[in-house]
């Protein structure tokens, strides 16, 4: 029943919020415009579009509900009442997910998709993961909606927009290697690249993210009133 009662309040909270939903398809829309006007460069677009999908948009959604949440006080108050946090990273994790994961596959019909389906989803359910990891540590560890923003939009076209960036600067590419958006994107162009330091760089920020979202979220019930 708890999770029900979550679940529900989670889907009210993206329905109610106009900008969250359209954020859904930002990036499958100019990956859409990109692969249909560029032809030759289809696969390029889509790649990089579909990565930038799957680490903002997760983790901007993420933060904004979860900040929205803390700033009411509901948060202290599921804490209070015995929600653990596993079961609240579940509950309000599983729809931010499923809404990223199901835009992404727009990205299956566009123009000129010639990436291998198996990788593609891989690293689309891999990036979701940790950006929902990501988006929801940083809201619980601000004080409210309007300072979850101004930490997350950084952190958003960072994660985002440097995978891409490194498409055009050796340097930059070889330093972008410990982000696991950049192997997220490595990922989706072709599996058989992820070796043994990419599995760890995954591991060990899922982990970190998995600890830090733990400490903030038991940290949100010593919340002043």
Known sequence: MK???LFQMQLKDILKNLQVCLLFFVFPVIG??????MQDQSSFFISVFATMHVVFTPMMTMSTILAEQKE?????N??????PSSL???VHGVLVCF???FTACLFLVFPGFSLDVIPFLTAVFTGVILSILLGGCIAL???SLSSSNAVVMPFAMLFSFVPMLANFNEHLDNISNILYSKQVSIMMNDLHQINLLSILILVFTALLLIIWFYLAYHKSMKADV
Do not use: D
């Open 32 to 37: 859409f415009v990109m692969s249909s006007s």
């Open 141 to 143: 560890s601000t004080s």
């Open 3 to 5: 999770a029900l009662a």
């Open 72 to 76: 009411q006080k509901i948060i202290r």
């Open 88 to 90: 609240y990273l579940l």
């Open 78 to 83: 599921l804490a209070y009442a015995g929600v």
């Open 99 to 101: 809404l990223t994961c």
